[in-house]
């Protein structure tokens, strides 16, 4: 194995760990903060697959925008009324753990019946000159979806929080 | 690959060391620029005008005793200088000190990271600089740190919506987001004496910028994170000798970044100070070296002007800095970006 091998096997193992902490973490603070170190670890494996475009607009907008965001408000309100309790008994746990396997399976179905398509060569080049052509081009009836999406998305928390300044 | 390797070694100790060993001179020169404008004399007495002052400082830091208090979260409140610093450090990979230099047969790029997109890689992680800040003040456990952070957090992401935005619009304007590019298309001249710097071509952007350096920073006028006469010290105020030391370090090394990304879009990068053409001229090896001297004069010429801010213009109150940042910086800096995209649009 050569030096490329090893740091992606510690990439994923701290994406993983990190995941892992977001999602069973006692500390609200110390689960988003978790949550940025996995948008980092997804960022270093963006680089390891060749994308240095994908790897600083995951660090800018995920690490730099968004999860600070969560800490921020995490921060703010006053997290001891919303103790994570394990006192009480559920199925909750037992269901979720049965959905994710579920889940898991069929994503590995998928990768696996796509794996040539996903392969890393049809990463788009890093040169943005190029990705950004093809943006525009080949792929632009999606992009302009997905802006419509956020415009929908911005009008809405607008809405949103309008109301409830009137009350 | 062993050649790559060394290569990036020294890149690296040039680009480390040059900005962590001007820190004990930029607060030596802070606290002279201080007593000067204050009309006081300042740290004269280490050295002649005081010049070992600042080593004085450093022993002091190193030997005094650290204080864990028994409240704070000892794992985060650990972490946090640590972080603060590095993520400090970080945007120095993406700064080009000269010109890409041919060494024997091999093309050399200053930059320790070199991609096509190193404006966006400095700013990535120039993003990332209010975590420290954030946890050092959250676990801390205590309301004014808490309080700093917070402060601070929501500043620097106010202010970082301006600088995106003048980034923008310079990025239409020169059509590239290379740094190297940029500064070489500041290289020629109007009417054969003023330079074709960015500041002639983006007065407004070049303001918002630099207002917004200012902020990111967390320097006065806006230092509302520090706020002394209502939060103590801000965020760091539970910390003691060296772990201090290292959020005083991280906020000059913001300091040195900002400035030498505003010096290289804005007055021309590291393309030769009037002077300097004619020993490269004589020594045509020496031409990255000069190039280097440029851009540390320009940026000692903007440090310079953060000591001159810091005791000219008082700090503002909270709700100013909010209004400005976002009533008045963004869309002044959306206008401006409006106005470029439509100047470049016609003029094809």
């Known amino acids: 194995m050569g030096l490329n091998e090893y740091i992606d096997i510690f990439l994923a193992v701290f994406t993983g760990f990190f995941s892992l902490i ?25 680089f390891q697959l060749g994308s240095v475009f994908l790897t600083t607009i995951q660090v800018l907008v995920y690490a730099g925008a968004i999860a600070i965001l969560f800490i921020f408000v995490l921060m703010l309100i006053n997290t001891s009324h919303y103790k994570y309790s394990q006192t009480k ?27 040539d398509y996903l392969n890393v060569d049809r990463l788009p080049t890093t040169s943005m000159k190029v990705l950004f052509v093809d943006l525009f081009n080949k792929y632009l009836l999606p992009f302009e979806l997905a802006t419509v999406l956020i415009l929908v998305a911005i009008v809405a928390s607008v809405v949103i929080s309008n109301k409830r300044g009137e009350k | 690959m062993q050649g790559e390797l060394i290569e990036i070694l020294l890149k690296t100790a040039v680009v480390l060391g040059v900005p962590l060993g001007v820190i004990p001179l930029i607060v030596h020169v802070e606290r002279r620029g201080a007593a000067f404008i204050q009309k006081r004399v300042g740290p004269n007495r280490v050295g002649l ?32 200088p ?13 700064i080009p000190i000269c010109e890409p230099f ?57 202010y970082e919506l301006s600088l995106s935005i003048t980034l923008v619009a310079l990025f239409f304007l020169y059509g590239t987001v290379d740094l190297h590019e940029i500064v070489r298309q500041q290289n020629a001249s109007f009417f054969g004496f003023l330079p074709t710097w960015g500041v002639f071509y983006q007065p407004v952007g070049c303001l ?18 520090e706020g002394e006469s209502e939060l103590v010290a801000g965020y760091h105020l539970e910390y003691s000798s060296m772990k201090f030391a290292l959020f005083f370090m991280a906020e000059y090394l913001h300091m040195i970044v900002l400035s030498a990304l505003f010096v290289l879009l804005f007055f021309g990068g590291y393309n030769l100070l009037p002077g300097f053409g004619l020993i490269v001229d004589m020594i045509p090896q020496s031409l990255p ?60």
């Open chain 1, 22 to 46: 977001v999602v069973f973490g006692r500390n609200p603070v110390v689960c988003a903060l978790s949550l940025l170190m996995s948008f980092i670890g997804f960022a270093g494996i963006f």
């Open chain 1, 89 to 115: 008994k559920s199925i909750n746990p037992v269901l979720g753990t049965i959905f994710t396997f579920i889940l898991l399976g069929g994503f590995t179905l998928v990768i696996n019946n796509n794996i």
């Open chain 2, 49 to 80: 005008f005081g010049i070992f002052q600042p080593l004085a400082d450093v022993v002091k830091f190193l030997f005094k005793e650290e204080v864990v208090p028994a409240h704070v979260l000892k794992p985060l409140y650990i972490l946090a």
């Open chain 2, 82 to 94: 640590i972080l603060t610093l590095v993520m400090a450090i970080l945007p120095f990979a993406g």
């Open chain 2, 102 to 158: 041919m060494l024997g047969a091999r093309k050399v790029y200053p930059e320790i990271f070199r991609s096509d997109l190193g404006v966006f890689y400095v700013f990535a992680t120039t993003a990332l600089g209010s975590y420290g800040i954030l946890i050092a003040g959250w676990a801390s456990n205590n309301k004014y740190t808490l309080l700093g952070s917070i402060r601070a957090c929501a500043q620097m992401i106010s």
């Open chain 2, 208 to 225: 918002l910028f630099l207002v917004a350096i200012f902020a990111e920073s967390n320097r006065l006028p806006f230092d509302l994170a």
């Open chain 2, 289 to 348: 070296l000069f190039q280097f001297l440029s851009l540390f004069f320009k940026v000692a010429l903007m440090i310079w002007f953060f000591v001159w801010v810091r005791w000219s213009i008082p700090r503002f109150r909270y709700d100013q800095l909010m209004n400005l940042g976002w009533k008045r910086l963004l869309p002044l800096g959306i206008a401006n970006l409006m106005v470029t995209v439509l100047y470049v649009y016609w003029k094809g």
